[in-house]
């Protein structure tokens, strides 16, 4: 059973492009949770998903962000227009239910230069 | 608003000695979860350790135990015979039982092992 599975775990981009992180949750799990870890900080809740639905999104800057869970398919966060201060590790958990372990992915690192 | 806070930075520990990484929380509620992950080089967040908010015993995992004062709102992870394998960075956490099912962290401690 693989476990999440984030790609690219690397990912460049200039100024003003998109990004779109990708999470594929383990065999069997409906929820998918996405964190941002800025540079020597702890990981930060951005966005909540079970299939097809955004059930919390209360850590989501308002512009230039967006998730989705289909439902066939990888959770995709996108990053419309990036910013400097968008460069974080992004990182993609899943678990099977509510009050259910999550298990997390190993991230992908986000660049914009 | 829950809040976890790591107030060491940084903790070393000589190879095969026992250290124990603080953690202090705020919530008003009564029914919660409190975790301990390790995130080595690697990026990889692995769970330690677990706690049930209602449970009174500490919970064990091999070297490593957790202290648990509810009414201090406290929960410190003590690592036993330090191995070079422990080196990471350590995130406390906290989820609700019910509710929002997000994960808030503390801002992590980097424990490094001396051989």
Same mark, same amino acid.
């Given at each position: 059973?693989?476990?999440?599975?984030?790609?690219?775990?690397?990912?460049?981009?200039?100024?003003?492009? #998109?990004?779109?992180?990708? %999470?594929?949750?383990?065999?069997?799990?409906?929820?998918?949770?996405?964190?941002? &870890?800025?540079?020597?900080?702890?990981?930060?809740?951005?966005?909540?998903?079970?299939?097809?639905?955004?059930?919390?999104? !209360? =850590?989501?800057?308002?512009?230039?962000?967006? *998730?989705? $869970?289909?439902? #066939? =398919?990888?959770?995709?966060?996108?990053? &419309? &227009? /990036? /910013?400097?201060?968008?460069?974080?590790?992004?990182?993609?958990? !899943?678990?099977?239910?509510?009050?259910?372990?999550?298990?997390?992915?190993?991230?992908? @690192?986000?660049? /914009?230069? | *608003?829950?809040?976890?806070?790591?107030?060491?930075?940084?903790?070393? /520990?000589? #190879?095969?000695?026992? +250290?124990?990484?603080?953690?202090?929380?705020?919530?008003?509620?009564?029914?919660?979860?409190?975790?301990?992950?390790?995130?080595?080089?690697?990026?990889?967040?692995?769970? +330690?350790? @677990?706690?049930? *908010?209602?449970?009174?015993?500490?919970?064990?995992?091999? @070297?490593?135990? +957790?202290?648990?004062?509810?009414?201090?709102?406290?929960?410190?992870?003590?690592?036993?015979? !330090?191995?070079?394998?422990? *080196?990471?960075?350590? $995130? %406390?956490?906290?989820?609700?039982?019910?509710?929002?099912?997000?994960? +808030?962290?503390?801002?992590?401690?980097?424990?490094?092992?001396?051989?």
């Amino acid at each position: 059973n693989a476990g999440v599975m984030q790609n690219p775990r690397h990912l460049v981009r200039r100024r003003g492009q #998109e990004a779109r992180l990708r %999470c594929s949750p383990m065999k069997g799990h409906s929820h998918v949770y996405w964190y941002r &870890q800025l540079p020597e900080e702890g990981l930060k809740f951005m966005v909540y998903l079970q299939k097809e639905n955004i059930i919390d999104e !209360s =850590g989501m800057p308002k512009e230039r962000f967006s *998730a989705e $869970f289909p439902k #066939e =398919g990888p959770s995709i966060l996108r990053i &419309q &227009q /990036v /910013v400097r201060g968008d460069s974080a590790a992004y990182f993609c958990a !899943s678990s099977a239910g509510l009050n259910t372990e999550a298990f997390f992915g190993q991230g992908t @690192r986000l660049t /914009v230069v | *608003a829950q809040t976890v806070t790591q107030s060491q930075p940084e903790m070393s /520990v000589q #190879e095969a000695e026992t +250290v124990t990484l603080s953690c202090t929380y705020d919530t008003s509620e009564s029914d919660y979860y409190l975790f301990w992950y390790k995130q080595p080089p690697s990026r990889q967040m692995i769970l +330690v350790i @677990r706690q049930e *908010a209602y449970k009174q015993q500490n919970a064990t995992e091999n @070297r490593f135990s +957790v202290n648990f004062q509810k009414a201090a709102k406290s929960f410190s992870l003590k690592i036993s015979d !330090s191995q070079l394998g422990d *080196a990471a960075m350590y $995130f %406390c956490a906290y989820r609700l039982v019910q509710g929002a099912q997000k994960l +808030v962290f503390g801002q992590g401690t980097r424990l490094t092992i001396n051989p």
